[in-house]
């Protein structure tokens, strides 16, 4: 039999600079980019004040983890909850329990057939055991017909 290895660690991102993961550089990347817009845009006393929010934020987003699942994970999920909460209504016309308990059940009549022998019953067993896999030999074409 041929053996194969088995990955693991598929959890773990690859690290490219030191400690930083290819994902955590593209959002320090991104948020440089931000940053470096800002200090365009604004005067130099709203861009210390915007630039230490991205810086922040992109660090948040880089490092934190919220159950061992990056945080993007997280907002995403939270956004989705928001989203499609789930709603659940009494539905106050259902039948209570004792109403279905109540329920009279109409049964078919089963015709038992008690001509059968240990092997033909054994055989029936595995039948059901393997949930109808095991067709069972020439036996069970004989019980059929009894």
């Known amino acids: 039999m041929q053996q194969y290895t088995v990955p693991q660690f598929i959890d773990v ?3 490219i600079i030191g ?3 290819t994902r955590q550089f593209l959002i320090f990347l991104g948020a440089a980019l931000l940053i470096f ?3 365009k845009v604004f005067d130099f006393g709203l861009f210390l004040v915007v630039g230490i929010f991205i ?3 992109s660090g948040i987003f880089a490092f934190l983890k919220v159950n ?3 945080f993007h994970y ?3 999920n939270l956004l989705q909850t928001f989203k499609k909460p789930a709603i ?3 539905n106050h016309r259902q039948p209570s329990f004792e109403a279905k308990e109540n329920k009279e059940f109409k049964f078919e009549e089963v015709v ?6 240990k092997s033909q019953l054994a055989e029936l067993s595995l039948i059901v055991d393997t949930k109808g896999k095991y067709k069972g030999e020439n036996d069970i074409q004989n019980i059929k017909n009894l």
Request: glycine residues 4%; contains cysteine; proline residues 7%.
């Open 13 to 15: 991102e690859a690290k």
């Open 19 to 21: 400690p930083i993961t």
């Open 37 to 39: 817009i800002c200090y």
């Open 55 to 57: 810086f922040i934020v």
């Open 68 to 70: 061992g699942r990056p």
């Open 74 to 76: 997280f907002v995403l």
């Open 88 to 90: 659940r209504v009494w």
């Open 112 to 117: 038992v057939n008690k001509n059968l022998n």
